[in-house]
């Protein structure tokens, strides 16, 4: 009797311990310290091995910088990462010291190192997004936290976006050439594309321009950021022949697009992004009617279902808007479950949202259509073994015409297919994006368990041997998530640190107010502007 009991006892002990560390780990505290974790041990070793270099390879730990650059980087990983760092540190319960010695150091090396008079072309768009956004959004941070010399990164962003300025004069239609040389000012069109500019990239640089103009007072970058925007839409009857759709190149010289591709992945995507993200941030009603004719299109033209699950997904119009519609959809359009939910509610609560004088049936939907398109992303993760999304998938519509079906692999419950050359993953922040956006609108709490578990299998895949306790231990993309195991590649892209984990991060904080905060699209955050006093 006497050994009954104590197995008795001992049962209810590790039913008792489970049951413990099983409610630590649902914890949304648990959960945020492990993504700091495996933050600062990704972050350490770029600093140990990789430190101010623009490209690590965190296998080989080979460092090289951007554009062909010999002396001097454009601080690629490190400005993109700032604000990551100050988010984390002002939210953090278990690592609050190390994040603040990282933004010293990091606060260190923009003062004294970051120099923007570089003699190379760069992409006007990824610098824009990345350097200027990043400048800019640890400029904000580091002022609200009240951390550090914010006008040391005020001054750079000031230096960094003069140095662009020139691209906007060297067209007659205002659109600028796809990169400028830092040092020159000259400006050079696409060398691919015969010349074309994508059309992503002269429409998503306006929330960081607007917002230097908005803190310094000047009008200049403002003014030429907005003017792309009438030649683009008068020029091609964007709103009547294309329903608010655009196709994916735009030759810079007269406005007119190159060919007829609709998609709103890469190329396209955040073309739709910052119509809708102008309109949060400055309450300038037209982008709202632009960005609402260009959602409109999206529902017409784009979205279909999946077989046998009816999974909704956002296709692409390779020939146009009266072609068919092809089932490929890159990771990248995980974004627009984010968006459109943000459309919808602009940032409130949905249940404080359904009672404002803005709701209406096409609110509705999109809010319907965001939730949607969350899940399928969420199931692009979901349905491969590895728990971890490839960067593209073309999802079953019972369609015999695609030619190698037989080749390429098919997902658990057959909802799509990965072609073999699409398979790696390159630690991609849409879908936790979304995800992230969702919970806080939300407060569902299935949003937290979707990242955790996307979280769970980044950890475990794309981590090189690394121990909860390891501080020396990398990350990596993925070469192929489909093979068994993964398999890894050498590579870490700065938006891991920028984007992904921020977002992650984000996720798992109780107390994120998203009526009074803008991302760009590399996830640097602005403020939302509530009243504009510029000079001429």
Known sequence: MLIVKSLIGLVTAVATYRMFFASQENSAEYRRNQIESVFLQSWRDYCKHGWDADVYKPVSKEKSNMYGSTDKPLGWIIV?????????????????????????????????????????????????????????????????????????????????????????????????????????????????????????????????????????????????????????????????????????????????????????????????EYLLKQYLQTRETLYYVLYRASMEGVKQHLVSKSHPSNLVYIGEKEYGLRGPLSPKMDHLVCFMGGLLAMGATEGLHISDARQQPFWSTQRDEDWALAQDLTYTCYQMYHQIPSGLAPEIVVFNDQSQRKSGTRQWWKSSNGDFYVKPADAHNLQRPETVESIMFLYHLTKDQKYRDWGWEIFKSFRKHSSLSCKSSDHDCAYTCMGNVLADPPTIADSVESFWFAETLKYLHLLFQDDVDLTKVVFNTEAHPFPVVKSLNLRN
């Open 80 to 272: 993109d990462s700032i604000d990551s760092i100050l988010i984390m540190y002002n939210s953090s319960t278990a690592n609050k010291a190390q994040f603040e010695e990282e933004f010293l150091r990091v606060e260190e090396w923009v003062t004294t190192k970051l120099d923007y008079d570089i003699d190379v072309h760069v992409s006007l768009f990824e610098t824009t997004i990345r350097m200027l956004g990043g400048l800019l959004s640890a400029y904000h941070l580091s002022k609200e936290m009240n951390i550090g010399n914010s006008s040391v990164f005020l001054e750079k962003a000031i230096d960094l976006a003069d140095r662009m300025m020139p691209a906007f004069d060297n067209t007659p239609t205002g659109i600028p050439y796809s990169s400028i040389n830092l040092h020159t000012g000259a400006s050079e069109r696409n060398h691919a594309d015969n010349g074309a500019s994508s059309t992503a990239e002269f429409t998503t640089l306006q929330l960081e321009f607007k917002y230097l103009s908005i803190i310094t007072g000047d009008t200049k970058y403002w003014s030429a950021v907005e003017k792309v925007y009438r030649p683009l839409y008068e020029s091609n009857r964007l709103l009547g022949h294309y329903g608010g759709l655009a196709p994916i190149y735009v030759y810079p010289d007269n406005a007119k697009f190159r060919g007829n591709n609709i998609r709103l992945g890469s190329r396209g995507d955040s073309f739709y």
